[in-house]
């Protein structure tokens, strides 16, 4: 008889295992059930403030693999159904199907947790109110149309974070005056160091936003329902769409009460394997903590790359193979109109927050040759160990071909090598694409200097 895998959440981890799975057993092996309480599966959420700034001409671009495409490839997929609880030692979840709201029990052999993280929304007065939303869902970037239907003309984004970033960028691009209130003193403070992110700053007030550093958000005025207005301790911004964007926190909370444990970032605890320490429980994606591979701790880093492979991993194993997940180093790329951002690893105050004696040193370069039409000039920070000279991290700000030679420091931070070996490498060159010294290569020898 087919053993039976339930996976709960049809999005990048939970349909990544599911494909992986399947690709690796015959139905007559491994019977495939997968719930997911919204009404798509497989949709790329990175996509979302390119669909809501046009960029992306319709939502259906952005599902990768319908219902119907998982059920015809021996996957049953079952929309609009939400698992409601775990019973570890009975082996089964509860599912309720939220058309007809009627409840059964499902019977796993092996079980697979894919609920992925919800937005942070404070308790703040006024923020379930009509206008006031966060973009985590192909049903929210239709909210964002209607009401742009309904002629908003101002935006408010709260938070400037990746996301908040590339929803102000989208906003902006649909013709709305835009502001961005961030309680820190700089855009992408958690993840930039603050000389780092004084570029994006002046990006983002030289396309017209409106952006208030250091400003704390108190809650919405609203009046007959509608959001009029975004508090703040510096006073009010008038506003018809506010879009929230803090960051996101992993959904446990059917774990939890089915004993599966939580770590102390706030994400369900899970091997190299992604075995949770439940027998037959596994779980991968946004709601999963994993290991930073520099600081060796578990942290929450909520990104499809993870989920993807995650999921495949899961999926391998449930399925009879191998495979492990080899940790994370938070690499991540966003842009800001023609400024691309990257970064990798530790930022020089994490790297001092972990205990790391570090040292920061940052270079000015240009994309190109400097006699090449089109050069622009890039930042790049190094972060490594003093005496060691071990690179721990890095951070790139910079006009085109800026954000993606993050991908080269992120390997070479993967691989453990120091500031000398990383200014040494054969790196490739030719006047259209950089200066005969690449900026990676002119920022790790100077890096190499210093410690
Ligand atoms: C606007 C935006 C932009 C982003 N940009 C990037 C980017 O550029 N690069 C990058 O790497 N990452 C990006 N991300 C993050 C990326 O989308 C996520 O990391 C990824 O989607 C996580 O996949 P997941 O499967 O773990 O979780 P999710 O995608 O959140 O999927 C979880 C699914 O589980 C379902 N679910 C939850 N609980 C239940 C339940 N009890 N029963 C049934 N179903 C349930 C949910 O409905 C959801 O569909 C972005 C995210 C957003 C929102």
Not at 107 to 113: A, F, G, M, P, V
Not at 332 to 352: K, S, V, W, Y
Not at 354 to 383: H, L, N
Not at 407 to 413: E, S
Request: hydrophobic letters at 45%; one cysteine or more.
């Amino acid at each position: 008889m087919a053993r039976r895998l339930v996976i709960i959440g049809g999005d990048a981890a939970g349909m990544s295992a599911a494909a992986q799975a399947r690709r690796m057993t015959t139905a007559g092996e491994l019977e495939i059930v997968a719930f997911e309480r919204g009404s798509v599966t497989s949709y790329a959420a990175c996509g979302l403030p390119y669909l809501v700034g046009g960029i992306v001409e319709g939502p259906e671009r952005l599902v990768a693999r319908t219902p119907e495409q998982h059920r015809a490839n021996g996957i049953d997929v079952r929309i609009r159904h939400e698992v409601t609880a775990i019973d570890a030692r009975a082996s089964t979840v509860t599912v309720r199907d939220l058309d007809t709201g009627r409840t059964a029990v499902e019977h796993y052999d092996e079980l697979l947790i894919g609920t992925g993280a919800s937005g942070i929304a404070p308790p703040w007065p006024g923020i379930d109110a009509d206008g006031v939303l966060q973009l985590r869902t192909l049903a929210d970037a239709a909210d964002v149309e209607r009401l742009l239907g309904a002629g908003a003309r101002r935006a408010v984004v709260v938070g400037a974070g990746y996301i908040g970033l590339e929803v102000a960028e989208g906003l902006l691009g649909r013709g709305l005056a835009v502001t961005v209130v961030e309680r820190l003193d700089a855009p992408m403070g958690a993840v930039l160091d603050a000389d780092m992110a004084a570029p994006v700053a002046d990006a983002m007030r030289a396309a017209g936003i409106d952006l208030r550093l250091g400003t704390a958000v108190t809650g919405f005025t609203t009046v007959d329902g509608r959001v009029t207005a975004v508090e703040t301790a510096a006073g009010p911004v008038a506003a018809d769409l506010v879009v929230i964007g803090l960051g996101v926190r992993p959904n446990i909370d059917l774990a939890r009460a089915a004993g599966i444990r939580v770590g102390e970032a706030g994400g369900i605890i899970v091997d190299d394997h992604l075995r949770t320490g439940t027998p037959h429980v596994w779980a991968a994606g946004d709601c999963v903590e994993s290991r930073h591979r520099i600081t060796g701790r578990s942290v929450v880093v909520a990104l499809g790359t993870h989920a993807n492979k995650q999921g495949r991993v899961a999926g391998t194993n449930i399925a009879g193979g191998d495979a492990a997940f080899a940790g994370v180093l938070g690499t991540a790329i966003t842009r800001f109109r023609n400024l691309e951002i990257g970064r990798t690893g530790l930022t020089e105050r994490e790297a001092g927050a972990a205990g790391f004696d570090a040292v920061g040193v940052t270079t000015e370069a240009s994309s190109r040759a400097q006699y090449y039409p089109g050069a622009q000039p890039m930042r790049i920070k190094i972060v490594a160990e003093r005496r060691t000279g071990r690179l721990l991290g890095a951070q790139i700000v910079g006009g085109d071909g800026a954000g993606k030679r993050i991908d080269v420091l992120a390997t070479a931070l993967w691989n453990g090598m120091t500031v000398e070996e990383v200014g040494g490498m054969d790196l490739s060159y030719a006047p259209p694409f950089s200066p005969v010294w690449d900026p990676v290569l002119l920022a790790a020898g100077k890096a190499a200097a210093k410690v």
